[in-house]
Every structure is written in structure tokens, then in C-alpha cells.
């Protein structure tokens, strides 16, 4: 599908709070799951994934929680920072040849 | 040195023309990818390619036409442009095995007029 009619979310964070972002994903067979950051002019960037048989992952900064049960993911990061706004997309893969489906995208907009 | 590079990074053309994009891989990845990003951001897949070998081909107009002479390398030719086809146009590449993320090249902003 196309975008048309769907709009970027947006969420502002005052910095050096959480932020959470949220993604609802559409397979509930999918075994593995990734969170890419994009800045302005530049191409998405891995940030962390996680796979089917964990619930939580933890990175530098940045957490992943998985709910299965309603398939849910969510991307938290820690004492946000000027450098974190971008535009996080999240990701979900099956299929034996990587079939990776991106989720529409979330625009974080860092306050100073 | 750059892990995936897209050449041309911006590109201009008239409607009908003819156009290609280049890719290349240093990473020793097996698999390459086209993704198009729409002026709301959505990024959707066009092609994959496993070892030269066309293995995901999306709805995509017959237009567009992806050659990969090796396992290092993925085009993108595209046919009598129109001006629907504006948007980024990005290569990522992979492993097929472990991990699956996948290393994103800097795009290529096409613009049909």
C-alpha cells in the first residue's frame, strides 16, 4: 500500500525526558522486529531489533518492549537529546527471504 | 569509506525520459534491496536480490527494471518517467543469514517534472 491519507505522527519531547514510541504491527506471524532512526537527508539507521521469543531488549540508551499478545512494539529512550530527532520507523520481518514490512513512521521532535 | 552508496544522490528529469540509478555494496552482503520513500515517508519495498538472483518483486510498474551484474551490485533503470515516480529512492543491503538488519544507503531524491 501507499500512504495516501495517512499522516506522520509526530510526538515532542522536552529534552532530557523518555521518550516512548509506539508501532502496531500487522503480522502476527512476524519472528523479528527492528527499529530504524532516519534524519533529515540520510537513509534509515538500525538501531536495535528484537525477535519473537523475547519480551524486552536493552541498548545504549534505548529500550524495545514486545507484546505479542496484541501486537505491540515500542521503542523507549532514555534522557532524550537534541541529536535524537528523526523520523523512527519500526519494522517487522517473515518469510524466508527477509521480507522486511515497514510501519508508517513517527517524527520526534526534541525540545531544548 | 561508505558501506552503501547510491549514485546520483539528486536527479531532475522530464517526463517519458529514461532514467538510472547506481548502487553498490562494500559490506559483503548477499542480498540488495530498492525501497521508495513517498513525500509522507512510507518506505515500501520494490526488489530484493539474493547472489544476483531476483528473489521479492513487489507491484511495481514493469517500468522499472532492477539488473544486478553481482552480489556487490543493484541498479535501477526506469522507463518513460512519470511524475508519480518522484520520491527517495533507497538501496539497503543484508545479510541472509543472523542478522537481518539491514544497512541503508543515503537515497536518491528523484524529481520528475
Known amino acids: 500500500g501507499e500512504s495516501v491519507g495517512l499522516h506522520l505522527p509526530t510526538l515532542s519531547v522536552q529534552e532530557g525526558d523518555n521518550s516512548i514510541i509506539n508501532c502496531a504491527y500487522s503480522?502476527?506471524?512476524?519472528?523479528?522486529f527492528i527499529w530504524y532512526k532516519q534524519e533529515s537527508g540520510k537513509g534509515p539507521q538500525f538501531i536495535i531489533d528484537?525477535?519473537?521469543?523475547?519480551d524486552k531488549r536493552q541498548g545504549q540508551r534505548v529500550t524495545v518492549l514486545l507484546n505479542k499478545t496484541v501486537k505491540h512494539l515500542s521503542l523507549q529512550i532514555a534522557a532524550t537529546q537534541p541529536g535524537d530527532s528523526a523520523v523512527y520507523f519500526c519494522?517487522?520481518?517473515?518469510?524466508?527471504?527477509?521480507?522486511?514490512?515497514f510501519g508508517i513512521g513517527t517524527k520526534l521532535q526534541v525540545i531544548p | 569509506d561508505t558501506a552503501v552508496s547510491q549514485t546520483p544522490k539528486y536527479l531532475v528529469t522530464q517526463m517519458g525520459n529514461d532514467k538510472s540509478i547506481k548502487c553498490e555494496q562494500n559490506?559483503?552482503?548477499?542480498?540488495m534491496y530498492w525501497y521508495k520513500q513517498d513525500s509522507k515517508k512510507f518506505l515500501k519495498i520494490m526488489f530484493s536480490?539474493?547472489?544476483?538472483?531476483?528473489?521479492i518483486n513487489e507491484t511495481v510498474p514493469n517500468r522499472f527494471s532492477p539488473k544486478s551484474p553481482d552480489k556487490a551490485h543493484l541498479n535501477l533503470h526506469i522507463n518513460s518517467l512519470e511524475l508519480g515516480d518522484s520520491a527517495v529512492y533507497f538501496c539497503?543491503?543484508?545479510?541472509?543469514?543472523?542478522?537481518?538488519?539491514?544497512?541503508f544507503g543515503s537515497g536518491t531524491r528523484l524529481t520528475v517534472v
Open positions: 559490506l559483503g552482503h548477499d542480498t
Open positions: 503480522n502476527s506471524a512476524s519472528d523479528y
Open positions: 536480490y539474493n547472489n544476483k538472483e531476483l528473489i
Open positions: 528484537i525477535r519473537s521469543n523475547m
Open positions: 519494522a517487522e520481518n517473515w518469510g524466508g527471504y527477509q521480507k522486511v514490512t
Open positions: 539497503a543491503s543484508s545479510q541472509m543469514t543472523g542478522n537481518y538488519g539491514y544497512t
